[in-house]
């Protein structure tokens, strides 16, 4: 299957004997947190997002990284992608699917197109991403984590599409991981209130509301990202969703 127009990788030919992820939506805030944290640990990294969202920006001419650019809903992506990190670096031992878009409007007007947008981006990619990387997974005894979101758990107003595809996506992961192991580990992380540079300024408010005390950062999620995909010290764990979000599930919130 051919790659999508776009789709570019870099330093083709190089033989890694660092292991292998393929993160998606890699160019800004959580990915991009995530693909930085595997790099300085030893990783070799393909960091996938779409065109023109600052991939070379964000990780400059590092021989461990290739730039992939596509849509992750579209078919054609996942395998592309694939292929490029076989071409490149001979193996692949971990997948992050991690790209996800939010629409926020009131269910009267939200367009079927809109639901089916945020639908194959947040939790069809990740099944198309699972099914192309899987049989090199098997061979590398690799992992696959997920990034849902505390919306699969609660919601605010007008976020049905994107509180649904994170809960299916939650399941989805625990579905992966019976399917693939014992080959293949899949584990979900469930971030709260994490703060990119997307967020503005943040109050005193917003960290003392959480019983961690703080708002989360992307190098919160990243930890536990790469700590799931070491095989030596989470050979054991799979068909988990690891809340992340300073407590705040866990708090009883009642208007006095």
């Given at each position: 299957m051919g790659r999508p127009a776009g789709f570019a990788g870099r330093h083709q030919g190089l033989?890694?004997?660092?292991?292998?992820?393929?993160?998606?939506?890699a160019?800004?805030?959580?990915?991009?947190?995530?693909?930085?944290?595997?790099?300085?640990?030893?990783?070799c990294v393909g960091a996938l997002d779409l065109p023109k969202t600052g991939l070379?920006?964000?990780f400059g001419n590092s021989r461990y990284v290739t730039l992939l650019e596509g849509d992750v809903a579209d078919e054609k992506t996942a395998p592309a992608a694939v292929e490029a990190m076989i071409e490149q670096f001979g193996r692949l031992d971990g997948l992050v699917s991690n790209a996800g878009i939010m629409i926020r409007k009131p269910i009267r007007q939200l367009s079927l197109r809109d639901w089916y947008r945020v639908i194959d981006t947040n939790?069809?990619?990740t099944l198309l991403f699972a099914r192309a990387a899987e049989m090199a997974l098997r061979r590398a005894k690799g992992a696959i984590v997920t990034i849902a979101s505390t919306r699969a758990l609660m919601s605010e107003p007008n976020t049905e599409a994107?509180?649904?595809s994170k809960g299916g996506l939650v399941a989805l992961s625990h579905a992966l991981a019976v399917s693939l192991g014992?080959?293949?580990?899949?584990?979900?992380?469930s971030p709260g209130w994490i703060a990119t540079e997307n967020h503005g300024k943040l109050r005193k408010r917003d960290h003392t509301q959480h019983p961690a005390g703080r708002v989360g950062k992307p190098e919160d999620i990243a930890e536990i990202v790469a700590f799931l995909l070491d095989r030596r010290r989470?050979?054991?764990?799979?068909?988990?969703?690891?809340?992340v979000d300073g407590g705040m599930t866990r708090k009883m919130i009642y208007e006095e």
């Open positions: 033989m890694a004997n660092r292991p292998v992820a393929l993160i998606t939506g160019a800004n805030g959580i990915g991009r947190a995530i693909a930085e944290h595997l790099l300085d640990t030893g990783w070379s920006r964000a939790l069809t990619a994107y509180s649904a014992p080959d293949v580990r899949v584990n979900c992380v989470a050979g054991f764990i799979t068909g988990a969703n690891f809340v």
